[in-house]
């Protein structure tokens, strides 16, 4: 961040404040639930721990005060549904993203064709998160339900009995609370869309030709060279003049004393070819030399707009491909998670005791950091899409700033003309 205010002239000291409003979308997991798994794990931390609960009134308190969680879990539950809502909403999206990437001929060349991008697929997605909505509504009701069992019978279980059922109620929340987390952050990451840049690369080269000011004074210093040009080739044309010429004579002893004899008059061509220019020859050469030169600075900087245009497009179809795949491994990703909860969750085989196995717990934490790095790729890639955005719309000379000099979004840029690239002259 200092850096960053360096390169924007800004002192490093100097106080700046973050607006994550902007990738809010991409914040896979819910702050209030993660703190409320920490504090959940230091409540069953405290009940398998006799020395720090060695009364049932301490276990008590404990189950008292996980039931005090539930507005906030329900919070949680209603945010989830909130999410499942959004997706919904961006499913007509999704499956018009979904149907243009499959018909992309570069993609079918290297045979990513109907079967990458599949309908079924993201409509299975979403119907096991409607699954998952239901399910966990009803989870949460029914815990509820046997935590208030575990409270009105403390008094009359015994310690023992007491610890155990605290403690798998305790055991059983959080894998609820790890559940209802991977199913948000299903759901967020099925319901982010991206912006559409689909433009061609003649029609944005017309466009940026009316719009960018530095084209326009490329284009004047070429007229410019070209006038030089033209003005100096003037005075290389022939000259014929007319001279007239004449004098009055007088005496050496009477001033003014004008004699016709002493008097006389002439009249003459004076014809000035271009062969005997040579100073004018040489200033044209010169001339003609710096308007070539200027002729082809200006095609280098209409190629180079090209080139950058033609690039724009290859990295937008690269960026569109490589969100949905960022996006297919954060999938993954939350899949592996759920594997993981799901094997420390299972109950022990038959012969065999209840210990976990050497590598399960360990499993759990490597597949979470690989969630962590896939989120962060999908992130990044997208990150990187909307700053190619920001530039294409620099490169177009369409680019809008706020009073406060912050970037108009212009939305989707798409081969259809919008109406603010129009020109209105």
Do not use: C
């Not at 960053?4 to 639930?33: A, H």
């Not at 490589?322 to 094997?343: H, K, M, T």
């Amino acid at each position: 961040l200092d850096q960053f205010k360096i390169s924007m002239g800004l002192p490093p000291d100097l106080e700046v404040q973050v607006n994550e409003e902007y990738v809010e979308q991409f914040r896979l997991t819910d702050v209030d639930l993660v703190e409320m798994q920490d504090a959940l794990n230091l409540k069953l931390r405290l009940a398998r721990d006799p020395n720090k609960t060695p009364s049932s009134a301490s276990l008590l308190a404990l189950a008292l005060e996980t039931r005090a969680m539930r507005p906030r879990v329900e919070r949680s539950l209603a945010g989830f549904k909130s999410d499942h809502g959004a997706l919904r909403t961006a499913l007509p999206v999704r499956l018009k993203w979904y149907w243009r990437l499959r018909e992309r001929p570069d993609l079918r060349e290297i045979g990513m064709g109907a079967d990458a991008f599949r309908d079924e697929d993201l409509n299975r997605v979403v119907a096991e998160l409607n699954a998952t909505d239901e399910r966990m509504e009803e989870q949460f009701s029914v815990y509820w339900e046997s935590l208030d069992d575990i409270v009105a019978s403390a008094q009359a279980d015994p310690l023992n009995r007491i610890r155990g059922r605290v403690s798998t109620s305790l055991n059983e929340l959080t894998g609820l609370f790890l559940e209802l987390s991977l199913a948000k952050a299903s759901a967020r990451l099925e319901s982010i869309v991206m912006k559409e840049v689909r433009v061609e690369t003649e029609y944005a080269l017309r466009i940026a030709s009316k719009k960018r000011l530095d084209w326009m004074n490329a284009r004047a210093t070429l007229v410019d060279a070209w006038r030089q040009a033209d003005l100096a080739r003037d005075d290389l044309r022939t000259d014929l003049d007319l001279v007239l010429s004449g004098e009055l004579g007088s005496s050496a002893l009477g001033s003014g004393n004008f004699r016709p004899a002493e008097g006389g008059a002439s009249v003459g061509l004076e014809l000035d070819t271009p062969l005997s220019k040579v100073l004018e020859r040489n200033r044209y050469q010169a001339s003609l030399i710096l308007y070539q030169q200027a002729r082809r600075q200006y095609l280098a900087f209409e190629d180079e707009v090209l080139r950058s245009l033609r690039n724009f497009t290859r990295v937008a179809k690269l960026n569109q491909l490589n969100f949905e795949l960022s996006r297919a491994a954060v999938r993954g990703a939350i899949a592996q998670v759920d594997l993981a909860r799901l094997r420390l969750s299972e109950p022990p085989q038959v012969g065999r005791n209840g210990q976990f196995g050497a590598t399960t717990a360990r499993d759990l934490v490597n597949a979470l950091n690989d969630l962590l790095d896939a989120s962060n790729s999908f992130l990044q890639v997208w990150v990187g899409y909307e700053a190619m955005r920001m530039r294409l719309d620099y490169e177009l000379g369409s680019m809008k700033l706020t009073e406060n000099g912050t970037w108009v979004d212009p939305g989707p840029i798409l081969a259809k003309t919008p109406s603010r690239w129009k020109n209105k002259n």
